[in-house]
Protein backbone atom coordinates (compact mmCIF):
# COMPACT_ATOMS: atom_id res chain seq x y z
CA UNK A 1 0.00 0.00 0.00
CA UNK A 2 1.70 3.24 -0.66
CA UNK A 3 0.00 6.04 1.17
CA UNK A 4 0.64 9.67 0.28
CA UNK A 5 -0.06 13.35 1.33
CA UNK A 6 -0.18 16.08 -1.41
CA UNK A 7 -1.87 19.49 -1.91
CA UNK A 8 -5.51 20.10 -3.17
CA UNK A 9 -5.23 21.18 -6.96
CA UNK A 10 -7.49 23.81 -8.16
CA UNK A 11 -6.85 23.05 -12.06
CA UNK A 12 -7.64 19.97 -11.66
CA UNK A 13 -11.39 18.65 -11.66
CA UNK A 14 -11.31 15.43 -10.32
CA UNK A 15 -9.55 16.63 -7.29
CA UNK A 16 -12.66 18.98 -6.52
CA UNK A 17 -14.95 16.02 -7.03
CA UNK A 18 -12.92 13.74 -4.92
CA UNK A 19 -12.91 16.22 -1.70
CA UNK A 20 -16.88 16.42 -2.31
CA UNK A 21 -17.01 12.52 -2.41
CA UNK A 22 -14.47 11.95 0.72
CA UNK A 23 -15.76 15.03 2.85
CA UNK A 24 -20.09 14.08 1.76
CA UNK A 25 -19.08 10.23 2.81
CA UNK A 26 -17.20 11.02 6.39
CA UNK A 27 -19.87 13.82 7.48
CA UNK A 28 -23.09 13.05 5.21
CA UNK A 29 -24.83 16.47 6.99
CA UNK A 30 -22.40 18.88 4.95
CA UNK A 31 -23.78 20.52 2.03
CA UNK A 32 -21.18 20.84 -0.65
CA UNK A 33 -20.49 21.23 -3.89
CA UNK A 34 -17.33 20.49 -6.41
CA UNK A 35 -17.38 24.59 -7.22
CA UNK A 36 -17.66 25.74 -3.66
CA UNK A 37 -14.37 23.47 -3.01
CA UNK A 38 -12.47 25.51 -5.93
CA UNK A 39 -13.53 29.12 -5.26
CA UNK A 40 -12.73 28.77 -1.63
CA UNK A 41 -9.31 27.20 -2.11
CA UNK A 42 -8.82 30.05 -4.80
CA UNK A 43 -10.20 33.11 -2.86
CA UNK A 44 -8.93 32.69 0.50
CA UNK A 45 -7.33 35.73 2.38
CA UNK A 46 -3.93 35.44 2.63
CA UNK A 47 -4.00 35.62 6.57
CA UNK A 48 -5.81 32.97 6.35
CA UNK A 49 -2.70 30.31 5.06
CA UNK A 50 -5.65 28.31 3.84
CA UNK A 51 -4.43 24.64 2.63
CA UNK A 52 -6.46 21.71 1.79
CA UNK A 53 -4.47 18.21 1.73
CA UNK A 54 -5.51 15.11 -0.11
CA UNK A 55 -4.06 11.62 1.20
CA UNK A 56 -3.91 9.54 -1.65
CA UNK A 57 -3.86 5.51 -1.08
CA UNK A 58 -2.70 4.01 -4.09
CA UNK A 59 -3.56 6.79 -6.62
CA UNK A 60 -6.83 6.95 -4.85
CA UNK A 61 -8.15 9.93 -2.70
CA UNK A 62 -8.62 8.45 0.79
CA UNK A 63 -8.90 11.16 3.29
CA UNK A 64 -9.17 15.66 3.06
CA UNK A 65 -8.17 17.60 5.61
CA UNK A 66 -8.71 21.55 5.36
CA UNK A 67 -6.80 23.89 7.76
CA UNK A 68 -6.06 27.62 8.32
CA UNK A 69 -5.81 30.44 10.39
CA UNK A 70 -8.95 32.16 11.48
CA UNK A 71 -7.65 35.56 10.63
CA UNK A 72 -10.99 36.74 11.94
CA UNK A 73 -9.81 35.92 15.54
CA UNK A 74 -9.15 38.55 17.96
CA UNK A 75 -7.05 36.32 19.28
CA UNK A 76 -3.74 35.47 17.34
CA UNK A 77 -2.49 31.94 16.62
CA UNK A 78 -5.84 29.80 16.09
CA UNK A 79 -5.54 27.63 13.42
CA UNK A 80 -8.44 24.27 12.28
CA UNK A 81 -7.43 21.31 11.02
CA UNK A 82 -10.41 18.91 10.43
CA UNK A 83 -9.09 15.70 8.64
CA UNK A 84 -11.79 13.47 7.15
CA UNK A 85 -11.32 9.74 5.70
CA UNK A 86 -13.43 8.02 3.68
CA UNK A 87 -15.19 5.08 5.71
CA UNK A 88 -13.60 2.68 3.65
CA UNK A 89 -9.62 3.47 3.98
CA UNK A 90 -10.31 4.10 7.41
CA UNK A 91 -7.32 2.46 9.97
CA UNK A 92 -4.61 2.80 7.59
CA UNK A 93 -2.99 5.56 8.30
CA UNK A 94 -4.75 8.61 6.04
CA UNK A 95 -5.57 10.36 9.11
CA UNK A 96 -2.85 10.67 11.10
CA UNK A 97 -0.86 11.63 7.92
CA UNK A 98 -3.28 14.39 7.18
CA UNK A 99 -3.12 15.70 10.88
CA UNK A 100 1.01 16.05 10.50
CA UNK A 101 0.58 17.74 7.54
CA UNK A 102 -1.70 20.15 9.17
CA UNK A 103 -0.24 20.78 12.04
CA UNK A 104 3.35 21.16 10.35
CA UNK A 105 1.52 24.01 8.31
CA UNK A 106 -0.10 25.80 10.58
CA UNK A 107 3.20 25.84 12.87
CA UNK A 108 5.39 27.47 10.19
CA UNK A 109 2.27 29.72 9.70
CA UNK A 110 3.08 30.70 13.31
CA UNK A 111 -0.35 28.91 14.99
CA UNK A 112 0.11 28.39 19.09
CA UNK A 113 -3.23 26.14 19.10
CA UNK A 114 -5.32 23.72 16.94
CA UNK A 115 -9.29 23.12 17.02
CA UNK A 116 -10.66 20.15 15.14
CA UNK A 117 -14.53 19.05 15.27
CA UNK A 118 -14.75 15.50 16.30
CA UNK A 119 -18.08 13.16 16.31
CA UNK A 120 -18.97 12.50 19.45
CA UNK A 121 -17.62 8.63 19.25
CA UNK A 122 -15.79 6.00 20.02
CA UNK A 123 -13.21 5.92 17.47
CA UNK A 124 -13.30 9.74 16.45
CA UNK A 125 -12.57 10.87 20.10
CA UNK A 126 -10.10 7.92 20.45
CA UNK A 127 -7.92 9.11 17.45
CA UNK A 128 -8.03 12.48 19.12
CA UNK A 129 -7.12 11.62 21.84
CA UNK A 130 -4.13 9.41 20.76
CA UNK A 131 -2.91 12.56 18.94
CA UNK A 132 -2.95 15.13 21.96
CA UNK A 133 -6.12 16.90 21.26
CA UNK A 134 -8.75 17.33 24.10
CA UNK A 135 -12.17 17.65 24.31
CA UNK A 136 -14.35 21.06 24.22
CA UNK A 137 -17.84 22.23 23.33
CA UNK A 138 -19.83 20.62 21.69
CA UNK A 139 -22.49 21.13 19.28
CA UNK A 140 -25.47 19.99 18.11
CA UNK A 141 -26.06 18.77 14.43
CA UNK A 142 -29.92 18.68 13.14
CA UNK A 143 -31.95 17.71 10.17
CA UNK A 144 -35.65 18.71 9.21
CA UNK A 145 -37.25 16.28 6.35
CA UNK A 146 -38.77 19.39 4.23
CA UNK A 147 -41.35 17.42 2.97
CA UNK A 148 -42.96 16.42 6.23
CA UNK A 149 -42.00 19.25 7.49
CA UNK A 150 -44.96 20.82 9.56
CA UNK A 151 -43.83 24.46 9.48
CA UNK A 152 -45.86 27.13 10.96
CA UNK A 153 -48.17 29.02 8.77
CA UNK A 154 -47.73 32.79 7.49
CA UNK A 155 -49.79 35.07 9.02
CA UNK A 156 -50.00 38.76 9.27
CA UNK A 157 -47.01 40.43 10.07
CA UNK A 158 -46.97 43.00 13.21
CA UNK A 159 -46.41 46.63 12.06
CA UNK A 160 -43.39 47.88 10.71
CA UNK A 161 -42.44 44.42 9.93
CA UNK A 162 -41.58 42.99 6.14
CA UNK A 163 -39.92 40.07 4.90
CA UNK A 164 -37.20 40.15 2.49
CA UNK A 165 -34.50 38.18 0.70
CA UNK A 166 -31.00 38.67 0.36
CA UNK A 167 -31.35 39.34 -3.41
CA UNK A 168 -32.87 42.30 -2.80
CA UNK A 169 -29.74 43.96 -1.64
CA UNK A 170 -28.03 43.14 -4.69
CA UNK A 171 -27.47 47.25 -5.10
CA UNK A 172 -26.40 47.05 -1.45
CA UNK A 173 -25.34 44.48 0.76
CA UNK A 174 -24.02 46.78 3.48
CA UNK A 175 -26.99 46.61 5.65
CA UNK A 176 -26.27 42.85 5.86
CA UNK A 177 -23.02 43.01 6.32
CA UNK A 178 -23.32 45.23 9.59
CA UNK A 179 -26.29 42.78 10.82
CA UNK A 180 -23.98 39.85 10.11
CA UNK A 181 -21.00 41.12 11.96
CA UNK A 182 -23.59 41.72 15.23
CA UNK A 183 -24.91 38.83 15.12
CA UNK A 184 -21.48 36.59 14.61
CA UNK A 185 -19.52 38.61 17.29
CA UNK A 186 -22.26 37.39 20.03
CA UNK A 187 -22.29 33.91 18.47
CA UNK A 188 -21.57 31.38 21.43
CA UNK A 189 -18.21 29.30 20.65
CA UNK A 190 -14.81 28.90 21.92
CA UNK A 191 -12.97 30.79 18.91
CA UNK A 192 -14.39 34.47 19.11
CA UNK A 193 -14.66 35.94 15.19
CA UNK A 194 -14.52 39.79 14.52
CA UNK A 195 -16.16 40.59 10.89
CA UNK A 196 -14.19 43.93 10.08
CA UNK A 197 -13.50 43.71 6.48
CA UNK A 198 -16.21 44.32 3.78
CA UNK A 199 -14.17 43.34 0.79
CA UNK A 200 -13.81 39.82 2.47
CA UNK A 201 -17.13 39.31 3.62
CA UNK A 202 -18.22 39.75 0.22
CA UNK A 203 -15.88 36.85 -1.11
CA UNK A 204 -16.78 34.54 1.47
CA UNK A 205 -20.43 35.48 2.06
CA UNK A 206 -22.24 37.02 -0.41
CA UNK A 207 -20.26 35.32 -3.30
CA UNK A 208 -20.19 31.87 -1.73
CA UNK A 209 -21.58 29.58 -4.09
CA UNK A 210 -23.66 27.74 -1.78
CA UNK A 211 -25.87 31.01 -0.81
CA UNK A 212 -29.24 31.06 -2.03
CA UNK A 213 -29.97 34.86 -2.14
CA UNK A 214 -33.23 33.52 -3.32
CA UNK A 215 -33.92 31.97 -0.17
CA UNK A 216 -32.24 33.49 2.32
CA UNK A 217 -34.79 35.60 4.12
CA UNK A 218 -34.36 39.12 5.65
CA UNK A 219 -36.63 40.53 8.51
CA UNK A 220 -37.01 44.27 8.52
CA UNK A 221 -38.51 46.03 11.53
CA UNK A 222 -39.02 50.06 10.75
CA UNK A 223 -36.31 49.81 6.86
CA UNK A 224 -33.89 48.37 9.52
CA UNK A 225 -32.39 45.09 9.32
CA UNK A 226 -33.24 43.38 11.99
CA UNK A 227 -32.78 39.52 11.97
CA UNK A 228 -31.61 37.01 8.47
CA UNK A 229 -31.40 33.49 7.86
CA UNK A 230 -29.01 32.45 5.77
CA UNK A 231 -29.40 29.35 2.71
CA UNK A 232 -26.97 27.76 1.99
CA UNK A 233 -27.43 25.13 -1.37
CA UNK A 234 -26.33 22.49 -2.79
CA UNK A 235 -27.40 22.36 -6.35
CA UNK A 236 -29.41 19.90 -5.87
CA UNK A 237 -31.80 18.88 -2.68
CA UNK A 238 -30.07 19.99 0.27
CA UNK A 239 -30.15 22.81 2.34
CA UNK A 240 -28.07 24.05 5.14
CA UNK A 241 -28.59 27.09 7.56
CA UNK A 242 -25.66 28.78 7.73
CA UNK A 243 -26.39 31.20 10.01
CA UNK A 244 -29.51 32.43 11.66
CA UNK A 245 -29.30 36.07 14.37
CA UNK A 246 -31.23 38.80 15.09
CA UNK A 247 -29.32 42.17 16.09
CA UNK A 248 -28.99 43.48 19.97
CA UNK A 249 -31.76 45.31 19.97
CA UNK A 250 -34.48 43.44 18.29
CA UNK A 251 -34.12 40.23 20.38
CA UNK A 252 -36.60 38.14 22.44
CA UNK A 253 -39.00 39.37 19.48
CA UNK A 254 -39.38 36.11 17.69
CA UNK A 255 -37.93 37.54 14.41
CA UNK A 256 -35.57 35.03 13.99
CA UNK A 257 -38.35 32.63 13.75
CA UNK A 258 -39.67 34.05 11.46
CA UNK A 259 -36.84 34.72 9.01
CA UNK A 260 -35.80 31.14 9.07
CA UNK A 261 -39.41 29.62 8.87
CA UNK A 262 -39.58 32.15 5.46
CA UNK A 263 -36.54 30.73 4.75
CA UNK A 264 -37.31 27.21 5.20
CA UNK A 265 -40.85 27.63 3.54
CA UNK A 266 -39.53 29.14 0.29
CA UNK A 267 -37.02 26.08 0.14
CA UNK A 268 -39.77 23.41 0.59
CA UNK A 269 -41.48 25.40 -3.02
CA UNK A 270 -38.30 25.43 -4.61
CA UNK A 271 -38.12 21.55 -4.45
CA UNK A 272 -34.94 21.19 -1.76
CA UNK A 273 -35.99 18.01 0.77
CA UNK A 274 -33.70 17.84 3.40
CA UNK A 275 -32.65 20.94 5.65
CA UNK A 276 -29.20 20.77 7.91
CA UNK A 277 -27.85 23.30 10.82
CA UNK A 278 -25.83 23.02 13.33
CA UNK A 279 -25.72 24.92 16.82
CA UNK A 280 -23.28 25.40 19.74
CA UNK A 281 -24.90 22.89 22.79
CA UNK A 282 -24.65 26.17 24.63
CA UNK A 283 -26.84 27.85 22.11
CA UNK A 284 -30.54 27.85 23.72
CA UNK A 285 -32.51 30.01 22.01
CA UNK A 286 -31.39 28.73 18.60
CA UNK A 287 -31.58 25.39 19.15
CA UNK A 288 -35.33 26.00 20.77
CA UNK A 289 -36.37 27.72 17.42
CA UNK A 290 -34.95 24.63 15.41
CA UNK A 291 -36.90 21.82 18.38
CA UNK A 292 -40.11 24.45 17.34
CA UNK A 293 -39.64 24.05 13.18
CA UNK A 294 -39.26 20.07 13.90
CA UNK A 295 -35.52 19.93 13.33
CA UNK A 296 -34.14 16.80 15.46
CA UNK A 297 -30.71 16.00 16.39
CA UNK A 298 -28.78 13.69 13.90
CA UNK A 299 -25.01 13.89 15.56
CA UNK A 300 -23.07 15.79 18.29
CA UNK A 301 -19.52 16.82 17.50
CA UNK A 302 -17.22 17.88 20.13
CA UNK A 303 -14.73 20.56 19.35
CA UNK A 304 -11.19 19.32 20.86
CA UNK A 305 -7.80 21.37 20.84
CA UNK A 306 -3.63 20.80 20.67
CA UNK A 307 -1.50 23.44 21.67
CA UNK A 308 1.40 23.27 19.45
CA UNK A 309 4.95 24.05 20.19
Same mark, same amino acid.
Given at each position: ??????? $? @?????? =??????????????? !???????????????????????? !??? *??? %??????? %??????????????ANPQVHPGHRGRGAGALLLR?? *?????????????????????? #?????????????????????? %??? @??????? !??? +???????????????????? =???? %??DEPGDVAAELADFDDWLRHT???? @???? =?????? *?????????? &???????????? +????????????? &??????????? @?????? $?????????? *? /??????? /?? #?????VSATELRHVKALG
Open positions: MALIVRD $F @RTDDPE =DAAAVVRVRLAAVPH !LVLSEEYVRYRATTAHPAECFRIF !LAE *EDG %TVAGVCE %TLLFHDSPVPGQGSAA *EDHLAAAGASAVFSWVLDEPAP #RAFAARHGYRPGRSARLQHLDL %TAA @RLPEPGP !LPA +GVRLRTFAGYAGDPRPLFAA =DAEV %TAWHDP @RLDR =DLTSVV *EVDGQVAAFS &LAHTDGGSRYWS +GMTGTRRAYRGRG &LARLAKTDSLR @RARAAG $FTDAHTGNDA *E /NAPMLAV /NR #RLGYR
